[in-house]
């Protein structure tokens, strides 16, 4: 379960489009789920969670799908924006306060 | 902007050196993290503390120390060091500590050692 790298992952988008990134988490107990953002040179910047008991939940432009069954999280992003380009990681919270990060994706918005 | 302060935003220095990070949370938050990410290990947890308490550990060496202040303030003591330890350091916090809460990060330390 702990990130294991490195080699990211690259999404590549047009802007204007949607875009959706994908994790797979490691511990079938763990209760909830955090996506984050990280610019250049920047920490960590959360964007959105998501609890066990739900299955998807909407944010501004983004919306995070939670597949217990298969222990499968995505990030939807609409209408990707060059502000967009970014490192985003999904976390999960294994309990006793301890996030696991997944390796991360890169995000690159297309002009 | 997190609200969490982290400082120096670079620290250059040799092997087996002695370094000492500092956060500052956000402001009424009493739980404080700190994670080291690397080139090949990515983001790693290493130790929070709550309200000066030491509550929870990850991966972190015998040769790293932290602690939390009364002023609720933390620092990462980081000794003998190796080139291997080489990474950014986030401190991050939140409010409680409970596992369904929102870790802030801060902008990070990139510690060099040569």
Known sequence: GESVGLHLPTLSVQEGDNSII???????ASDYFI???????????????IRS????????????????????LSLQIAATQPGDSAVYFCAENIGG????FGAGTILRVKS | DSGVTQTPKHL???????????????????????????LDQGLQFLIQYYNGEERAKGNILERFSAQQFPDLHSELNLSSLELGDSALYFCASNLAGGDTDTQYFGPGTRLTVL
């Open chain 1, 53 to 72: 008991n739900m299955d998807k939940r909407q944010g501004q432009r983004v919306t995070v799908l939670l597949n217990k069954t298969v222990k499968h």
């Open chain 1, 22 to 28: 994908n994790c797979a988490y490691s511990n079938s």
């Open chain 1, 35 to 49: 996506w984050y953002k990280q610019e250049s040179g920047k920490g960590p910047q959360f964007i959105i969670d």
């Open chain 1, 97 to 100: 306060n301890k996030l696991v």
């Open chain 2, 12 to 38: 250059i220095t040799a092997t087996g050196q002695r370094v000492t990070l500092r956060c500052s949370p956000r402001s009424g938050d009493l739980s404080v993290y700190w994670y080291q990410q690397s």
